[in-house]
């Protein structure tokens, strides 16, 4: 994963997201949760079923899939529950009051009996105790034909009493509907699919957390029905801020609209409405904006960088103890081919790293690395970056650049010195390196006001371009670039309340200026901010993209899409899974954002 410091252009802005998890962790973590739903844990019914897998793994299977769909039906279903421990439960439970049975902390007033294989007698004598105290049982599928292990009739005798309603979502539901806390509807009035959520309690108050729990959220606008008379204060978990939910009681359930887009979720403080107050809730009037003005951004505007652009250096000729030189290879590739020819161990085997190993790095031989470079322009004041020890050699054509540690790109191991001015043409950038079994072979970097333009695996540094268009910026001279970029335009507008909308964008987050003011970070769907209040005129708004290093330094000739595990094989990828093109990731803002004004 990408560290959260200072190699990552955007580490003092993680706070947005760490203090949103804070803020739902305190809440979240206090009381208990209001669940009134138990469910048999059916782990030992699998335990049973284990076997020969050609004669088990049908019903393993089937009790795999529907142990995954109770518990998505539940979950989506909007009823919270807990699996009950059958080796537990006779060590927690308490017995049944008039709130339900009593398990450690919780009361449980419906148990949900999944379809098992066995079922221990102590379970069996808590839920016919459960029933004969009033307490409701669901059984889900076929009876239990074992009792611990053994072929018995007495579960079937026991659990036939209670309701059974086969494995079906809409039935099993229903007869969870008496005490559902949270109810979810569309505006066609359909249950929703995607929301989860859990209800904690603390003395005479409640937290209620709703959030999407599948990989594909819905946007859309729902009605939130919550039992019980509440008052309700909105905590925004984004910005700390704390606001009134106004909404409406209905003499059984508070209610109140909200709409949820890609990446929401409410945090909500629920406290008791006193009985005697008579004072109904009520909607708070919504001050209606009217749209004065709204267009796009001109699709072409002024920029900076604010870090030197790159040019990556991954592929050279290389030679081993002055032998001959061989044909253009990636490096990483090259490191493989010399620990062959060398009889060292490659870097991915497994070895400790060079830092905590106790053995020498004995440097028995010399590797030469040398890089084509070609300038289409003069560049003025051009630096190499690159990891390695004191001993390394440059030479650029021919001309060896003496250097010392000091400044660094990125991490204090990538030395960073300057090599000077590169005139047009072509230019041979040669390293000598001397190597051992601890000696690691990285990319190299150019660095500079250059713009760089990629055909293949063929680099070209040109003259850096004065105007950036939103769109792919790779394609605009930075195929490299791993910093952030600030993107400046010049506005004429109305007075009146400016809304940007940055629609799409690739990138760890973007933020907006007006006039040199605060930056205000545009994150989440739907991807709009407020401005505030401009008067009539122009305006400098600046909108900042902060870059990722992944075009800089990840893996960027692995070909196979469907990735998921980005571990050090994944640099060294092989046949079908390579290329030599660069395989580059798009970014910046990809279309122009619009500036709407309001009245």
Same mark, same amino acid.
């Given at each position: 994963?990408?560290?959260?410091?200072? @190699?990552?252009?955007?580490?003092?802005?993680?706070?947005?997201?760490?203090?949103?998890?804070?803020?739902?962790?305190?809440?979240?973590?206090?009381?208990?949760?209001?669940?009134? +739903?138990? +469910?048999?844990?059916?782990?030992?019914?699998?335990?049973?079923?284990?076997?020969?897998?050609?004669?088990?793994?049908?019903?393993?299977?089937?009790?795999?899939?529907?142990?995954?769909?109770?518990?998505?039906?539940?979950?989506?279903?909007?009823?919270?529950?807990?699996?009950?421990?059958?080796?537990?439960?006779?060590?927690?439970?308490?017995?049944?009051?008039?709130?339900?049975?009593?398990?450690?902390?919780?009361?449980?007033?419906?148990? +949900?009996?999944?379809?098992?294989?066995?079922?221990?007698?102590?379970?069996?004598?808590?839920? %016919? /105790?459960?029933?004969?105290? $009033?307490?409701?049982?669901?059984?889900?599928?076929?009876?239990? !034909?074992?009792?611990?292990?053994?072929?018995?009739?007495?579960?079937?005798?026991?659990?036939?009493?209670?309701?059974?309603? $086969?494995?079906?979502?809409?039935?099993?539901?229903?007869?969870?509907?008496?005490?559902?806390?949270?109810?979810?509807? &569309?505006?066609?009035?359909?249950?929703?699919?995607?929301?989860?959520?859990?209800?904690?309690?603390?003395?005479?108050?409640?937290?209620?957390?709703?959030?999407? #729990?599948?990989?594909?959220?819905?946007?859309?606008?729902? %009605?939130? /029905?919550?039992?019980?008379?509440?008052?309700?204060?909105?905590?925004?978990?984004?910005?700390?801020?704390?606001?009134?939910?106004?909404?409406?009681?209905?003499?059984? @359930?508070?209610?109140?609209?909200?709409?949820?887009?890609?990446?929401?979720?409410?945090?909500?403080?629920?406290?008791?409405?006193?009985? &005697?107050? &008579?004072?109904?809730?009520?909607?708070?009037?919504?001050?209606?904006?009217?749209?004065?003005?709204?267009?796009?951004?001109?699709?072409?505007?002024?920029?900076?960088? !604010?870090?030197?652009?790159?040019?990556?250096?991954?592929?050279?000729?290389?030679?081993?103890?002055?032998?001959?030189?061989?044909?253009? =290879?990636?490096?990483?590739?090259?490191?493989?081919?010399?620990?062959?020819?060398?009889?060292?161990?490659?870097?991915?085997?497994?070895?400790?790293?060079?830092?905590? /190993?106790? %053995?020498?790095?004995?440097?028995?031989?010399?590797?030469?690395?040398?890089?084509?470079?070609?300038? =289409?322009?003069?560049?003025?004041?051009?630096?190499?970056?690159?990891?390695?020890?004191?001993?390394?050699?440059?030479?650029?054509?021919?001309?060896?650049?003496?250097?010392?540690?000091?400044?660094?790109?990125?991490?204090?191991?990538?030395?960073?010195?300057?090599? #000077?001015?590169?005139?047009?043409?072509?230019?041979?950038?040669?390293?000598?390196?001397?190597?051992?079994?601890?000696?690691?072979?990285?990319?190299?970097?150019?660095?500079?006001?250059? $713009?760089?333009?990629?055909?293949?695996?063929?680099?070209?540094?040109?003259?850096?371009?004065?105007?950036?268009?939103?769109?792919?910026?790779?394609?605009?001279?930075?195929?490299?670039?791993?910093?952030?970029?600030?993107? %400046?335009?010049?506005?004429?507008?109305?007075?009146?309340?400016?809304?940007? =909308?940055?629609?799409?964008?690739?990138?760890?987050?973007?933020?907006?200026?007006?006039? #040199? $003011? =605060?930056?205000?970070?545009?994150?989440?769907?739907?991807?709009?901010?407020?401005?505030?209040?401009?008067?009539?005129?122009?305006?400098?708004?600046?909108?900042?993209?902060?870059?990722?290093?992944?075009?800089?330094?990840?893996?960027?000739?692995?070909?196979?899409?469907?990735?998921?595990?980005? #571990?050090? &094989?994944?640099?060294?990828?092989?046949?079908?899974?390579?290329?030599?093109?660069?395989?580059? @990731?798009?970014?910046?803002?990809?279309?122009?954002?619009?500036?709407?004004?309001?009245?």
């Amino acid at each position: 994963p990408a560290p959260i410091d200072s @190699h990552s252009p955007w580490y003092r802005k993680y706070p947005l997201i760490e203090d949103h998890f804070a803020r739902v962790n305190v809440a979240m973590t206090r009381g208990k949760a209001v669940v009134h +739903v138990g +469910v048999v844990h059916p782990i030992e019914s699998m335990f049973m079923e284990f076997g020969p897998e050609k004669e088990t793994i049908e019903k393993r299977s089937l009790m795999e899939e529907q142990f995954q769909n109770l518990t998505r039906w539940l979950l989506f279903g909007l009823q919270d529950f807990d699996f009950l421990s059958e080796a537990l439960l006779p060590e927690l439970s308490k017995g049944t009051s008039g709130e339900g049975l009593c398990v450690g902390e919780m009361k449980y007033q419906i148990l +949900v009996v999944p379809e098992l294989t066995t079922i221990r007698k102590t379970t069996l004598d808590c839920l %016919e /105790s459960f029933g004969k105290a $009033g307490g409701k049982v669901v059984l889900l599928g076929n009876l239990p !034909e074992y009792l611990e292990g053994e072929k018995s009739e007495l579960p079937k005798e026991i659990l036939s009493k209670f309701e059974q309603i $086969g494995f079906e979502k809409d039935k099993l539901l229903k007869a969870l509907e008496p005490v559902q806390e949270v109810k979810i509807l &569309t505006k066609q009035g359909m249950p929703s699919e995607d929301l989860i959520y859990q209800m904690r309690e603390e003395g005479d108050r409640r937290f209620l957390f709703v959030v999407h #729990g599948t990989g594909k959220p819905k946007e859309e606008s729902y %009605e939130i /029905s919550l039992k019980g008379n509440w008052i309700l204060k909105c905590l925004d978990t984004l910005t700390g801020e704390i606001r009134e939910m106004p909404g409406n009681f209905d003499g059984t @359930h508070t209610w109140f609209e909200a709409a949820f887009y890609a990446h929401d979720s409410m945090l909500l403080e629920m406290t008791k409405r006193i009985e &005697t107050e &008579t004072k109904a809730l009520s909607k708070e009037a919504k001050k209606e904006r009217k749209l004065i003005c709204e267009r796009y951004l001109p699709s072409v505007t002024a920029y900076h960088l !604010e870090e030197d652009n790159v040019l990556l250096l991954d592929q050279a000729k290389y030679r081993l103890d002055g032998g001959e030189w061989k044909e253009k =290879e990636e490096i990483l590739k090259i490191d493989d081919k010399i620990r062959e020819q060398t009889g060292y161990r490659k870097r991915t085997d497994s070895f400790p790293q060079p830092w905590i /190993s106790r %053995e020498g790095n004995q440097k028995e031989h010399l590797v030469e690395l040398c890089f084509a470079i070609q300038a =289409e322009t003069k560049i003025e004041e051009v630096f190499l970056a690159f990891e390695g020890d004191m001993d390394i050699r440059i030479f650029l054509d021919g001309v060896e650049k003496p250097w010392t540690p000091g400044a660094w790109f990125v991490d204090e191991v990538i030395h960073k010195i300057k090599l #000077g001015d590169l005139e047009a043409g072509s230019h041979e950038l040669r390293v000598e390196m001397p190597f051992g079994n601890l000696t690691n072979l990285e990319w190299f970097y150019l660095l500079g006001k250059f $713009g760089v333009t990629v055909s293949g695996d063929v680099c070209t540094l040109t003259p850096s371009q004065k105007q950036i268009g939103y769109g792919d910026v790779c394609s605009q001279g930075l195929p490299f670039y791993g910093g952030s970029l600030v993107y %400046e335009n010049e506005i004429i507008v109305p007075k009146g309340i400016m809304e940007i =909308e940055v629609g799409e964008y690739e990138g760890a987050l973007t933020e907006v200026s007006i006039d #040199g $003011g =605060e930056w205000k970070s545009v994150v989440f769907a739907p991807y709009t901010r407020v401005l505030g209040e401009v008067e009539a005129g122009t305006h400098t708004l600046r909108i900042r993209c902060y870059g990722t290093r992944i075009n800089t330094f990840g893996q960027l000739h692995n070909c196979n899409p469907k990735e998921t595990y980005f #571990g050090p &094989t994944t640099w060294r990828t092989a046949g079908k899974n390579w290329c030599y093109t660069y395989r580059l @990731h798009s970014w910046g803002i990809l279309k122009a954002p619009v500036i709407r004004m309001y009245r």
